[in-house]
């Protein structure tokens, strides 16, 4: 079974522009989770969506959303994007909800704001 | 929010030695999970474990719900083991998400 996939896996933008990160969860896995590593936060967490609907939601600011679609695949989007917003940004699926079930993570995108 | 402490923050190991990193975490879980990440920057699963032990291969984890702590132990260490190691849990009350831990970082030397 192939495992969780994101695009792109690099990403390099300027500020004040706006990006779309994609995730394709493992085949059957109905729960994706996003979030953001920095070297100064570590890794926080962003949304949560199982079966279209956002569960939850991280501290961010609104410029930070995100969706799911029938197929389970998730993107995120950052919209005026800051230097600040340079991280490595990760995916994770499960089958069920990430409470009581594993979670499994993609490779990443990291986006390099100049 | 559920705070979570790793420790120790750095070790350094001769290929072949044993280590054990340990998770603390401030409230009852209900989800804990053991990641290695590599080089890349990918998580790779290493154990799911709420409680109790389990083992694979030359890594074994035990997770003492009750006390609040999580041990992740790495025997015969190689080279490829080195990277960074964290522990995420599950809050069963409050703002439900996997909060991470700050993470070893593992550095096994030939």
């Known amino acids: 079974k192939a495992g969780v996939t994101q695009t792109p896996r690099y990403l390099i933008k300027t500020r004040g522009q706006q990006v779309t990160l994609s995730c394709s969860p493992i085949s059957g896995h109905r729960s994706v989770s996003w979030y953001q590593q920095t070297p100064g936060q570590g890794l926080q967490f962003l949304f949560e969506?199982?079966?279209?609907?956002?569960?939850n939601k991280g501290n961010f600011p609104g410029r930070f959303s995100g969706r799911q679609f029938s197929n389970s695949r998730s993107e995120m989007n950052v919209s005026t994007l800051e230097l600040g917003d340079s991280a490595l940004y990760l995916c994770?699926?499960?089958?069920?909800?990430?409470?009581?079930?594993?979670?499994?993570f993609g490779p990443g995108t990291r986006l390099t704001v100049l | 929010g559920i705070q979570v402490e790793q420790s120790p923050p750095d070790l350094i190991l001769q290929e072949g030695a044993n280590s054990t990193l340990r998770c603390n975490f401030s409230?009852?879980?209900?989800?804990l999970q053991w990641f290695h990440q590599n080089p890349w920057g990918q998580l790779i699963n290493l154990f799911y474990i709420p409680s109790g032990t389990k083992q694979n291969g030359r890594l074994s984890a035990t997770t003492v719900a009750t006390e609040r702590y999580s041990l992740l132990y790495i025997s015969s260490s190689q080279t490829t083991d080195s990277g960074v190691y964290f522990c995420?849990?599950?809050?069963?009350?409050?703002?439900?998400?996997?909060?991470f831990g700050t993470g070893t970082r593992l550095t096994i030397i030939p």
């Open positions: 969506y199982f079966s279209e609907t956002q569960r």
């Open positions: 995420a849990v599950h809050p069963i009350f409050g703002n439900e998400k996997l909060t």
């Open positions: 994770a699926s499960s089958f069920g909800q990430p409470s009581t079930d594993t979670q499994y």
């Open positions: 409230d009852s879980v209900n989800n």
